[in-house]
């Protein structure tokens, strides 16, 4: 019996509603740091408008800057790496105590990761290298990221961008970061698997992390080593809390020192943090969120959208820089300049941002994740 492209997406979503429902309210408050931080990826990157069309870039004049400054001015400094810390969190929270017992196999484990990531990445990849050579033919110059050779794009179909050298990023850029997290998960499914759950190897690796640092050697790699692991050791001192249900006290205390953290970044001068302070402080925002979630009860619609926007923020982040090509494109062939000081085209690019997410989520990432897993038999 033949069905329709809806009932076919339908059939292919369904089994991954069990996946999602591990997704608990308690960790509503980490999903409204992760909606958070990709508001502050689009809002960090939105100045490649500028920086691409003869525009005078003027930082303090960018829309809604008295508001959004903490985004405008700090983008870079923190959002890469609290979303290594919750990748951590969340994957020895779902994974850790499954793989250190030896239920959940490597095959279980990586295919799930590439179902997840390896789709929308390889599509972003190739409209990026496609529009932008459309972008090159027109301005005899990339859009942002100049290093676009068949090195580079090898390294990016690989999701190898971030493992040589200290090369400028090319192609769709901000997928260094993720680049960097894939030998990452190998060290954690290995290190669990051999070792379990021990949190003297998560300060093992923090600890190589902070003398890598003050050794003054920065390196990808092992930049998200360190704030995987330190998102890693929450989870795992979590899970010992919540068995001697001693998250009571927890929550009243972390919620107490919510506003000392957002103060904190707020004033303080991130780049002349230390690296320890500086590890410190994302740490104790990503605990402060979860706890919040833990005593303040969000309407149900509220939480509904929290949960909604969350899951997009991957694709978000993804689809952002190949949405900023086909915009510039599309403005120059009518001829119009681009009001990157406007309020209405931020708004107007964030929209499309989430809206072209919300519809590569739901209608290609899901359904693609599904056959790919039950392709290799994945349960």
């Given amino acids: 019996m033949k069905i329709n492209a809806t009932q076919y997406v339908q059939q292919c979503v369904k089994p991954l509603q069990r996946i999602e429902a591990q997704s608990e309210d308690r960790f509503l408050g980490i999903d409204l740091l992760r909606c958070l931080l990709a508001l502050g990826v689009l809002l960090w990157h939105y100045q490649f408008f500028a920086h691409n069309s003869g525009i005078q870039f003027i930082k303090h004049q960018q829309p809604l800057y008295s508001i959004l400054d903490m985004f405008y001015s700090h ?22 105590e499954g793989i250190a017992n030896k239920l959940i196999s490597g095959k279980k484990f990586f295919i799930g990761r590439f179902s997840r990531i390896y789709p929308l990445h390889l599509v972003t990849l190739f409209l990026v290298a496609f529009f932008n050579w459309i972008y090159f033919y027109n301005n005899h110059y990339y859009f942002t990221y100049q290093n676009n050779d068949l090195g580079n794009f090898l390294l990016h179909f690989f999701l190898a961008s971030s493992w040589v050298g200290k090369g400028a990023h090319s192609f769709n850029g901000p997928v260094w970061s993720l ?17 379990g759950l021990k949190a003297s190897v998560n300060y093992f690796f923090i600890g190589f992390y902070l003398l890598a640092k003050l050794a003054n050697f920065s390196f990808p790699i092992i930049d ?12 795992i001192y979590l899970q010992q809390f919540e068995k001697q249900n001693r998250n009571k006290f927890l929550s009243i205390y972390f919620v107490y020192i919510l506003a000392i953290v957002l103060m904190g970044m707020h004033l303080l001068k991130l780049n002349q943090l230390t690296p320890v302070k500086y590890l410190l402080l994302i740490n104790m925002m990503l ?83 599904v056959l790919i897993r039950n392709k290799f038999k994945y349960s």
């Fill in 75 to 96: 983008g870079w400094q923190y959002r890469v790496q609290t979303f290594w810390c919750i990748s951590g969190f969340i994957l020895f929270w779902k994974y850790g």
């Fill in 287 to 369: 605990v402060c969120f979860y706890y919040l979630s833990r005593i303040i009860k969000a309407w149900p619609r509220v939480q509904n959208l929290i949960k909604t926007m969350s899951h997009l923020t991957f694709s978000s982040y993804l689809i952002h820089f190949p949405i900023q090509i086909i915009l510039t494109l599309f403005l120059g062939w009518l001829n119009l300049a681009i009001p990157f000081y406007s309020i209405s085209f931020l708004t107007l690019f964030i929209a499309i941002t989430w809206g072209v997410s919300y519809l590569s989520y739901h209608y290609f990432e899901k359904p693609l994740r």
């Fill in 224 to 235: 998200c080593v360190g704030y995987f692991y330190s998102g890693g050791l929450f989870a």
């Fill in 179 to 195: 680049s960097a997290e894939i030998p990452v998960y190998f060290i954690f499914f290995i290190f669990v698997r051999f070792l």
